[in-house]
């Protein structure tokens, strides 16, 4: 018996696009080739509106699972592909239907006629190859409102594509068709969920996390290190870096008063993070905060932290409430492990009463008795950087090069 031979993609959003289309769908590609690149046998074709993986005997099965997590997909089938022949079609479409478990189930043919050349119209091909459909079968009845089963054939001018099944895919757009931003991931829930809906926007992200031994502990830089891998499945590789914080948060918590001093951490975080990102020519950086979550992330906060940089801050959950980030955190696999017990330093030195209303005027006093300077460039100087890569785990700064 005839198997599905072919996977065939659909781009939803991506077919707003104009004249800069290509650019998404070679994007596409190529995440999809990296995403597959196990499955040697595979080939992968596109044109302006959709694109095929050619399964050549690999095992369609984990290659469905691998592409429910590449952004720019809206959604995919498994196809069969036969000539403009009627015959042909009838035979395909029967099989295509025979690999699922259509007994007891209902079913309606959906034929749409691109190559106009072709001799029989779509309600024609509708019927031949639904009563085919039913001559060759038991168990199976016609619902041509709410069927089990939608039997939707393509004629092309290149051939005929048979498909039964959809799978959603991720939506959004390729991960690299946005530029570049930099993440800034601490240890907790929201910011990896921030990672990944800047990725589904497109956006590459290099995420920054600061470490402040011995406050944090190996086994808190190790958490990082395993959310940045459950990121990669979602955008593929990704550098991490991993800021010396300690000398910075003590000079703070020393200088500044206590109400004070988260502001003033925050302002220094976002300081390192933009001199991090000029170096590795990012456009953005992409923050976890939650409008009115907490002290640092009330408007007033907000506007006295983002002052430091005339980079763009972007928010994915700005209006999001934590049960709806929490939820999604599950969705995409980091949430388990966020929760593990580890401090990170945003979660040490915390003041008992931050100011939720701080004044802009006194952070500035409060900073000039400090020579922050020194230290910032310091911590960006020692700053280490791993590449964390899906398949193969943690690498170093150089693993990208060979």
Known sequence: MRNYDRILIRYGEMTTKGKNRNIFVRRLKNNIARKLQAFERIQIEYMRDRMYILLNGEPH???????????????FSLAMKCENDLDAIKETALAAVRQLPYKGKTFKVSARR?????????????????????????GLTVNVREPDIDVRIE?????????????????????????????????GIDSPVAGYL?????????AVHFFSPPFTSERAKQKVIDLVRK??????????????????????????????????TRRAMLRITDALRRRQRALAIVTGESLGQVASQTLESMHVINEVTNTPIL??????????????????????????????????????????????????????QLDLAPLLEKAVNDTETLVIDEETGQGDEFAELF
């Open 61 to 75: 099965e984990p290659i469905i699972e691998k592409l429910k997590t590449v952004f720019g997909i809206h959604s």
């Open 315 to 368: 928010r994915p959950l700005v209006s999001m409430d934590k049960l709806e980030i929490i939820e999604l955190a599950k969705q995409i696999g980091t949430h388990d492990i966020s929760i593990l017990p580890y401090e990170d330093c945003c979660t040490i030195f915390t003041p008992r009463a931050p100011k939720t209303k701080p004044k802009k005027e006194k952070v500035f006093h409060y900073e000039s």
């Open 198 to 206: 800047a990725m589904k926007r497109g956006l590459e992200i290099e």
């Open 231 to 264: 990121l990669t499945t979602y955008g593929g590789r990704i550098k991490l870096h991993i800021v010396p914080f300690t000398e910075v948060q003590q000079a703070i918590y020393q200088g500044v008063p206590n109400e004070y001093s988260l502001i003033s």
């Open 155 to 187: 004629v092309r001018q290149d051939g005929t594509y048979v498909t039964c099944r959809d799978i959603f895919g991720a939506g959004g757009l390729p991960v690299g068709t946005s530029g570049k931003a930099m993440l800034m991931l601490s240890g």
């Open 114 to 138: 691109v190559d106009k050349q072709f001799p029989y119209r779509s309600d024609e091909l509708n019927y031949e190859v639904g009563a085919h459909i039913l001559r060759q079968t038991d």
